[in-house]
């Protein structure tokens, strides 16, 4: 239906196109039929294309031998037996005695080989990529790039694909062809979530197949339709392209196609968050997942780990998740690895598994990492494609000007001679504007360069007085801690003054900057641990501190209420994780940005605390609950060995 269809597709071509590259020739009776039954019954064909290498074997017709053991290739390639596949095109490849015939007998070999031996396969693929730049012509063109996409399909490089197929399409000139790499164009877009692009292809390719009503505009087309409506929240257009695809999958009784249909079905439902009838769906695709391809599989897995997380289903997710790790293994697709150490990496950190937890987030990072870099490289390739191609026309067209002005020498030399003037007063005249111009701008930046440096100095002024005033609030809280002998109304006071001079420290610090809009967090957060270790009398000697903190600057708005969750955290673990300050323990500190979320760590290894005490959170937890929420993060604590708190944030900003 998708990619192994259109190889099918492309390898009934071939054995049509090799049947009539030899030459016009008097066929014997075995070849003719041979070619009759070539599109009516293949192992009709086969037998008699059998006969034929014997008989061209014993004639010592190299032409006709050469054809038949080209086709018994193909034939063996179509019934899923490569190792004879592959026997008879590398004969084919052998006895070639043209470049046509030598790229149609390396693309078998390579689509023989594939599976088992790739990089021989890509090996074939190159070699014949040399041979198609030689002859440039557009079959040869369609043949190669269009299995080698499929090729780099299997091998995960989705890019590389993309960059093949286009290459084929470009030149394809039948309909049905091109309607089905358009659609496979589409369905790997959706894959790397570029979306605009997928749909450009989609409705090229629902173009071509309305205009000529071909069945197949109720297959996979409809479903790679669906997506991209759903992505645009068409959602009564999405069903009723879901609702086509289901009732043609019906009628064939394809049970390899229509869990796809449902999975897409509960992914539109999903989007709608109408959850019986997502469930019901995914339901469905699930009962004949074992039926469809590993392809398919992988997407329905996906959109069941989702479920699970829904609803909190920790050990659920990790069993799927594994499950499509393990798939992703077999299917070389690095996408679907990526998102199951996601998931493995969440879901470890909910139960606590702190080490796995990092291990799969380690993994996760390499792997988006190596496909951002791959996808860098695909963007590379498409802009230097641009500029050569551009290049080249830019050159086609200096040629043609060249040639007009040989053809009209005198005339051109005339008004060569009327523009030079015409230009001489015109570059004048523009060069005294410029200069009235560069006048004027001068004097403007002046006015604008003035009017930030006085900004400035208010901006630095504001900090200053802010700070000034926030030392204040601190020193009376600390005066009036002084008349106040209840222990809870003093520990309430003095927790006071510390937020007071976390937020203080931060207008402290944008006071001594050039950079007035943010603060180093990792100057920040030493200088707010100095100075709850002093309001605590912590003792550095038996309770150490760890700092693991990246060189980032935050914006004050993010930085503010950052800063009051990190005091709140150190000052739970000064006052309360060490009672006895005689006996030796850690304190850990670590903020990172890793994949566009902040993280950040607080631990120690203190007496910890009871689970059930959460739900009587104090004053100081619930600041923290109310910060992490406006800074739309999430929080997971744990107290194995001491106190562990993790919060993840979304909503932060970088100082610019």
């Known amino acids: 239906m998708t990619f192994n269809?259109?190889?099918f597709v492309i390898a009934a071509i071939l054995c049509c196109l090799y049947s009539s590259s030899v030459g016009q020739i008097d066929l014997k009776s075995a070849e003719e039929k041979a070619l009759k039954f070539q599109h009516i019954n293949m192992d009709s064909s086969f037998y008699y294309w059998r006969i034929?290498?014997?008989y061209a074997l014993d004639q010592k017709d190299t032409a006709r031998y050469h054809t038949a053991i080209h086709n018994l290739g193909s034939y063996y390639h179509i019934n899923n037996n490569p190792s004879l596949?592959?026997?008879y095109s590398k004969?084919?490849?052998?006895?070639?005695?043209?470049?046509t015939l030598k790229i149609l007998a390396m693309v078998q070999c390579a689509m023989s080989s594939q599976e088992t031996l790739p990089i021989l396969a890509d090996s074939f693929y190159q070699e014949a990529a040399i041979l198609v730049e030689k002859i440039d012509r557009p079959f040869y063109y369609m043949t190669l790039y269009g299995n080698y996409g499929i090729f780099k399909i299997?091998?995960?490089d989705l890019h590389g694909a993309i960059g093949h197929m286009i290459k084929a399409l470009d030149n394809v000139n039948h309909d049905y062809p091109k309607s089905t790499f358009c659609t496979n164009i589409a369905d790997v877009f959706i894959r790397l979530d570029n979306y605009d692009k997928a749909e450009k292809y989609i409705l090229q390719a629902i173009e071509i197949l309305d205009k000529n009503n071909f069945k197949k505009r109720n297959e996979f087309a409809a479903l790679v339709y669906a997506r991209v409506l759903i992505e645009n929240n068409d959602f009564q257009n999405a069903e009723n392209e879901i609702n086509r695809a289901i009732d043609y999958y019906s009628i064939k009784n394809n049970l390899v196609s229509l869990p796809l249909a449902h999975n897409v079905e509960f992914e539109l439902f999903r989007k709608q968050k109408k959850w019986d009838l997502a469930n019901q769906a995914l339901t469905k695709a699930i009962i004949n997942m074992h039926k469809t391809d590993d392809n398919f599989k992988g997407q329905i897995l996906n959109n069941i780990i989702s479920q699970h997380l829904r609803k909190n289903e920790n050990q659920e997710v990790i069993n799927r998740s594994l499950e499509l790790e393990q798939l992703s293994e077999k299917q070389l697709l690095p996408f679907n690895k990526r998102k199951a150490y996601g998931y493995l990496s969440e879901a470890f950190a909910r139960e606590g598994k702190i080490d796995l937890a990092y291990s799969y987030l380690s993994k996760y990072n390499e792997l988006n990492d190596s496909l951002q870099l791959r996808n860098q490289e695909f963007l590379v390739h498409q802009m230097e494609t641009e500029f050569n191609r551009k290049e080249q026309d830019l050159t086609i067209n200096l040629l043609n000007e060249n040639n007009e002005l040989q053809a009209n020498k005198l005339l051109q030399q005339k008004k060569l001679l009327i523009i030079s003037?015409?230009?001489?007063?015109?570059?004048s005249a523009l060069s005294w504007f410029l200069f009235q111009l560069f006048k004027k701008v001068q004097s403007q930046n002046k006015i604008v360069k003035d009017a930030l440096n006085e900004k400035d100095i208010l901006l630095r002024e504001i900090h200053h007085r802010v700070k000034n005033n926030l030392q204040l609030v601190s020193s009376l809280l600390g005066l009036q801690s002084r008349f106040i002998e209840d222990r809870t109304a003093l520990d309430a006071i003095t927790s006071g003054q510390a937020r007071v001079r976390s937020m203080a420290l931060i207008h402290q610090d944008l006071y001594n900057r050039e950079n007035l809009t943010g603060v180093s967090v990792h100057e920040y957060i030493n200088k707010l641990c100095e100075e709850l270790s002093t309001s605590y009398q912590f003792n550095k000697d038996q309770i150490k501190l760890k700092m693991d903190i990246s060189e980032l600057y935050l914006d004050i708005d993010t930085l503010i209420p950052l800063g009051l969750i990190i005091n709140e955290l150190l000052?739970?673990?000064f006052k309360y994780a060490f009672p006895d300050q005689s006996q030796k323990g850690i304190i850990e500190i670590s903020l990172k940005e890793i994949n566009q979320q902040l993280i950040l760590m607080v631990s120690d290894n203190g007496i910890g605390y009871e689970t059930d005490s959460i739900s009587n959170i104090s004053f100081g937890n619930q600041l923290i609950e109310t910060l992490v929420e406006q800074l739309e993060g999430h929080i997971i604590r744990s107290n194995q060995n001491g106190t562990e708190v993790i919060i993840k944030i979304k909503e932060y900003k970088i100082a610019s």
């Open 5 to 7: 269809y259109l190889s």
């Open 52 to 54: 034929m290498e014997r």
């Open 85 to 87: 596949a592959y026997d």
């Open 91 to 99: 004969k084919a490849l052998a006895l070639a005695d043209h470049d």
């Open 154 to 156: 299997m091998q995960g």
């Open 421 to 427: 003037l015409a230009s001489l007063l015109l570059i």
């Open 571 to 573: 000052t739970n673990s």
